[in-house]
């Protein structure tokens, strides 16, 4: 693999409540080419994010017009990022929703400006620089395809 490197314009972040399969959340609205809510679990609400998570693959995902982030801080610099994607469900890995949670923990927690995102393919590293953010991490070729305009 090599490594990418993506810019992304810094975005505003709104504190907001979101209703999920009739409970409330406190929630962080970003949108950073596509829409995400950042859930921040901790010792507090644990218990109930997991009931959110067991509905989350009962029910095959999230379908409104936002993503779902579920960030655990680990330290200043790392956090865990699950993400839920509208009309899909849990995924493996999403650049946007490490980039908003990233925003959102650097926000809430003082976080420092490079934070290395955990998630279920490995880590990716997101740097805070004034108006922008960068997302670096290892990538690889998939597949190739070719398109005809006739």
Request: hydrophobic share 30%.
């Amino acid at each position: 693999p090599f490594i990418t490197r993506v810019r992304f314009k810094r975005s505003l972040i709104r504190k907001e409540i979101i209703g999920i399969y009739n409970e409330e959340y406190e929630s962080y609205f970003v949108k950073v080419g596509v829409n995400h809510n950042v859930i921040i679990r901790d010792e507090n609400n644990k218990e109930k994010i997991n009931k959110l998570k067991n509905d989350f693959n009962k029910y095959g995902g999230f379908c409104e017009e936002t993503n779902i982030n579920i960030v655990e801080k680990v330290n200043d610099n790392t956090i865990k990022v699950e993400t839920y994607e509208r009309g899909v469900g849990l995924t493996s890995n999403c650049g946007t929703g490490s980039v908003a949670s990233s925003l959102v923990t650097n926000y809430l927690f003082d976080c420092l400006n490079n934070i290395n995102v955990i998630n279920e393919y490995g880590k990716i590293s997101i740097s805070i620089l004034g108006n922008y953010v960068y997302m670096e991490g290892p990538s690889e070729r998939i597949c190739s395809i070719e398109v005809n305009y006739d």
